[in-house]
């Protein structure tokens, strides 16, 4: 089994809508139509399977794949199910979730910032970053001495401080 990315809290509904987008474009779908209530074409059930068991090796719950997804924990339950007997008999679906897996991985890594690069894109001083890091209004990840910030924290820093 491979190792799960480690996701950061804030981030995870973030982190699964984007999943959510790589594979509805993958299956030729609109990520509306996958997140829907409505049953739909093999396609559009497959897709599904294939985010909940990528979610799945992330951390993601049932109950909580099924609040996104607009369905009860036993679907999900089911449909990882299905995907992993489909991985277990048939090597074109193995080859298509290893394609799947590649793509999520290349599209979701997660980009990390220095104090000082956080600062200069925020056209502020370091001080102001060190402020909101103690005042949790920006999630940064400490490695002894060093400071790294997820980009998606600043992005969602900035999306929440826009006036409209």
Known sequence: ???PTTILPSQRRQHLVKVTELAASQ???TP????SKKRGSESLAFCRWFIWRLAKEHGFTNHQLGNYFSRDHSTISYGTGQLAFMLGCYPEWREEWNDFYKLVQKNMKTKYLTRKQ???RLA???RSVDRWIRADRI???K???SVRIPEASVDKLIADCTVA
């Open 139 to 141: 999630q940064a990840i």
């Open 124 to 126: 502020v001083c370091d």
């Open 143 to 145: 490695v002894g001495r």
């Open 1 to 3: 089994m491979r190792n």
């Open 27 to 29: 299956f030729g779908l």
């Open 32 to 35: 509306d139509r996958v997140t």
């Open 118 to 120: 956080t600062a200069n």
